[in-house]
């Protein structure tokens, strides 16, 4: 019907305006997309909606994106185009005409001569329609005032589900668990240095900072020399707040029995193994004339003997050593940037502990069994003090 | 009662059941394979509904999606039992499966050939794709390739 001249330049403009009606569409979706994460995301900060209804109501929308893709572009549209470079409707009078009519041959000629000239004019673009133009305007407002709202309430941009009431609790969280002393207010504490065990997890920052994680194993086995030197009956090395000179006589040591503060450490002859005078009779065996503490001292030389078979070790304690290795290495890593809070004391962990694991708690309730040992020599007792009234 | 409304329920009722009743996985499948199994049942499910109550348009529905949404949270995390992240990739894997899959029914159809077997064969590229690229790579070939497909007909429509 119509020449290749004509027949190229309508393919040409008929891709053209596919490409734009199926960008249009695509484009409108996701603008609309957009603005509909920002307004769940706004329902969520205010907290009309919970994180489940926020990402089925995302999924939702996402799932429109086959709607989208096949919504068909207005057919008006089109003859439009084709009007726009066709003026005298000469290519439109030839598609329509049918095979072997009379006019055929002149609307073909004529044709190829629209198409020569229409291909030297270049179309101009038609106006977006009105209601696409409001969607677009709404659209673009909604993600503006949203995100307008997200940095005077929130702080930051908000994409994604955001809740007011999670954020809030991790900063009070943080800032009661952490005061800065330098700053009274914890709110306005920025930028608190982040814990090692955070960056370790990224096997990327561990490849990339050996020195740090060499710094990180030195410790690590500063811990572990503590255990060691305990094993071998060596002198630890002198912590921030003990006395540090070799040799030198012992601070008070406890009285026998080991019930004295644990803060009675021992010197370097006294966790020789060959305990001294000075060094507190320990309770039971392990003690420095009991045979059976030198076949602890021989277990000691084997790998996998525990702790509390080191010499000395029923005279200290276990826990004070962990805490001052614990507080020597977060002193130095922090310095005087964290301190622990003074609102925390033991007595309020153990009550959190307590309330924490409290629900974890096995309870079995057993019938109480009496021991009949005990039993007849309470009988007994009872009879022999009856006996004596 | 109406015939789309009709249709909307025949796609929902299977899935709805299935998403109440199916249990929780113990060893999860990956986000592709997921997704693909949730665009083939909608597909089915959408199938047997337009033969039964009959095609409004004779066009390919887009819309069978949108109605098995409410419940493909539900699925796509029982199958792949995702985090929330994972599971708005499972979300955008299986809208692009969907939209990629019949734009693929779709040219077909217009080629004269028959629409499912052009479903079922860019479904399994796509999932295959997908296993070996990664969500994202999947994610933004499926939408493509949705895109691609759907420009290609629309070009062959026009003269």
């Known amino acids: ?389 | 009662m109406n015939r789309r409304i009709l249709r909307a329920a025949a796609v929902l009722a299977p899935l709805g059941t299935a998403a109440l009743l199916m249990p929780l996985a113990d060893r999860p499948l990956p986000a592709w394979a997921a997704s693909s199994l949730l665009a083939m049942a909608v597909r089915i499910l959408d199938g047997a509904a337009g033969r039964a109550f009959g095609r409004p348009d004779p066009s390919f529905l887009p819309e069978a999606p949108l109605w098995a949404a409410p419940f493909a949270v539900r699925i796509l995390s029982l199958l792949s039992a995702p985090g929330f992240p994972d599971l708005f990739t499972a979300s955008a894997l299986w809208a692009g499966f969907y939209a990629a899959a019949a734009a693929a029914e779709c040219a077909a159809s217009f080629r004269g050939r028959r629409g499912f077997p052009a479903f079922a064969a860019a479904l399994a590229g796509l999932a295959a794709f997908t296993a070996v690229a990664g969500s994202p790579a999947g994610t933004a070939g499926a939408a493509l390739t949705a895109a691609g497909l759907v420009y290609s007909a629309r070009r062959r429509l026009a003269p």
Not at chain 1, 55 to 60: I, R, S, V
Not at chain 1, 238 to 250: K, S, V
């Open chain 1, 1 to 389: 019907m119509i020449g290749p001249r004509a027949y190229s330049m309508l393919r040409r403009r008929a891709g053209a305006w596919t490409r734009r009606s199926l960008a249009g569409s695509l484009a409108l979706w996701g603008l609309l997309v957009l603005a509909a994460s920002n307004l769940l995301s706004a329902a969520g900060l205010l907290g009309w909606i919970g994180r489940a209804g926020h990402d089925g109501l995302l999924l939702l929308v996402i799932s429109t994106f086959p709607l989208a893709l096949f919504r068909p572009p207005d057919p008006r549209s089109g003859l439009v185009e084709l009007r726009t470079v066709d003026r005298g409707a000469v290519l439109e009078s030839a598609l329509a005409a049918a095979p072997g009519d009379a006019a055929e041959p002149l609307l073909r000629r004529t044709g190829e001569g629209a198409a020569e000239a229409a291909g030297r004019i270049r179309p101009k673009r038609r106006p977006t329609p009105r209601g696409t133009r409001f969607l677009l305007l709404a659209a673009g407002g909604i993600i503006l005032v949203s995100q307008g709202t997200f940095l005077f309430v929130a702080g930051r941009p908000v994409i994604g589900y955001a809740s007011l009431q999670e954020s809030r609790g991790r900063a009070e969280e943080g800032a009661e668990a952490f005061a800065r002393p330098e700053s009274p207010d914890p709110a306005e504490g920025d930028g608190l240095p982040v814990p090692e065990p955070a960056r370790d997890r990224d096997p990327e920052a561990r490849l990339e900072n050996p020195a740090e994680r060499a710094r990180r194993e030195a410790e690590f086995a500063d811990l572990h020399g503590l255990l060691r030197q305990d094993r071998e009956g060596l002198a630890p090395e002198p912590r921030e707040g003990e006395a540090a000179e070799e040799g030198n006589a012992p601070p008070p040591a406890a009285p026998a029995g080991g019930d004295g503060p644990p803060g009675g450490g021992s010197g370097g002859t006294g966790r020789a193994g060959a305990p001294g005078p000075d060094a507190p009779a320990p309770e039971g065996s392990g003690g420095a004339g009991d045979p059976r503490g030198t076949g602890g001292q021989e277990r000691n030389q084997g790998p996998g003997s525990g702790w509390s078979d080191s010499p000395g070790a029923q005279a200290r304690n276990a826990m004070k050593d962990y805490r001052s290795a614990f507080e020597k290495i977060l002193t130095e890593r922090t310095g005087a940037a964290v301190t622990a809070g003074q609102d925390l004391s033991l007595a309020e962990t153990e009550a959190a502990v307590r309330l924490y694991f409290d629900s974890l708690r096995l309870r079995v309730e057993v019938d109480p069994q009496e021991d009949p040992l005990a039993a007849g020599l309470r009988a007994a007792w009872q009879r022999l003090r009856g006996g004596i009234r």
